[in-house]
């Protein structure tokens, strides 16, 4: 192998840029050349990229987002333009391909597989934390953390003003975030995608607390479970109570990766350039019982990584 490709797919998270800072730097201890495709698969179908050394990639570790930039990519969607970016692969002899992403950016991996001879080892970087074969993605810990913070500061407001908040979080369709960050705030309630709450069970706790003394309480839903709004009105009409909505939003993606979030990069990007200099492929990388290993890119695209409920179990006992 001599020359391997670096791509950042899907959605940011924190701790690409150190994923992409030791990728070039470990294949570069290889002697391994390293081109930074640009704007996700779009620089992959484009031919845009750009050589990342040692060098070039100083000084990013502790920075958000990611400087080969991504972006959305519907043509990559498309047979035409997988083929296209395989042509493009080989037009550069690129021996290998590692994707920093989440879900879909492995499910385009999988799909690209197909089309050529290239290894590819997929890096799970996502803040929703939904890939299967890994118990924590890269950005996960940090997007925790800032929606912690934040959380705290509205628990603040919430009591001063014996106010009921609903804070929605990002996760997609998963509540990995929301559970995680619900546990860690003590909030009266969490609301994830993957166990249906009706709208009464809600009205009915915070009665309950509210009969106990309590004249505050935090909320925190996945934004997977439906119209936040709706829910915050319902909430108020039925109990009288004042209630706010606050919607955290994109800041969950950004800001410094915490060390967490930096380690597990480089371990990743530790085990991915491992695995191509033994010329395997079609894998991701991951954490699994404290260890880091891998698993087959297929089997993790078509596999869901199952919730844990009992932390949810756990978090509605502490909250009482």
């Known amino acids: 192998m001599k020359r391997i490709g670096v ?48 060098r070039s990639v100083g000084g990013i570790l502790q920075l958000g987002g990611t400087i080969l930039r991504t972006s959305r990519c519907p043509q990559f969607r498309k047979r035409e333009g997988i083929r296209k970016a395989a042509e493009n692969l080989a037009l550069n002899n690129v021996d290998g391909l590692v994707v920093i992403g989440g ?13 050529t001879g290239i290894l590819i080892v997929g890096v799970p970087a996502t803040i929703d934390n ?52 619900g546990l860690t705030v003590g909030a ?8 249906k709450c009706k709208t009464e069970s809600i009205l009915e706790i915070i009665k309950e607390n509210s009969a106990k003394g309590k004249r505050s309480g935090i909320i925190v839903a996945a934004e997977g479970i439906g119209d936040t709004r709706k829910l915050a009105k319902e909430i108020e009409e039925d109990t009288g109570a004042e209630v706010r909505l606050s919607i955290l939003g994109y800041a969950q993606r950004g800001g410094n990766p915490t060390a967490r979030s930096r380690l597990l990069a480089s371990l990743f990007a530790n085990k991915a350039i491992e695995l191509l200099s033994e010329k395997k492929g079609n894998r991701i990388v991951g954490l699994q019982k404290g260890r880091i290993t891998s698993v087959e890119l297929e089997k993790s695209c078509n596999t869901e990584k199952p919730l844990d409920l009992n932390l949810l179990w756990l978090a509605n006992i502490l909250a009482t």
């Open 7 to 54: 791509v950042t797919s899907g959605g940011d998270a924190p701790g690409m840029n150190a994923a992409i800072r030791a990728v070039a730097r470990i294949a570069y201890s290889k002697n391994f050349q390293v081109l930074g495709f640009e704007r996700g698969w779009k620089g992959l179908l484009m031919n845009i990229f750009k050589p990342l050394t040692p």
């Open 188 to 195: 009266e309630v969490i609301l994830v995608p993957e166990v």
């Open 103 to 115: 879900n879909g950016s492995f499910e385009g991996a999988l799909e690209l597989s197909k089309e």
């Open 130 to 181: 939904d890939v299967f074969g890994t118990d924590e993605t890269i950005g996960f810990d940090t997007a925790v953390n800032t929606a912690v913070t934040e959380i705290d500061k509205i628990r603040d407001t919430a009591i001063s003003h014996e106010r009921i908040f609903v804070v929605e979080v990002m996760g997609r369709t998963r509540g990995f975030l929301a559970l995680t960050v």
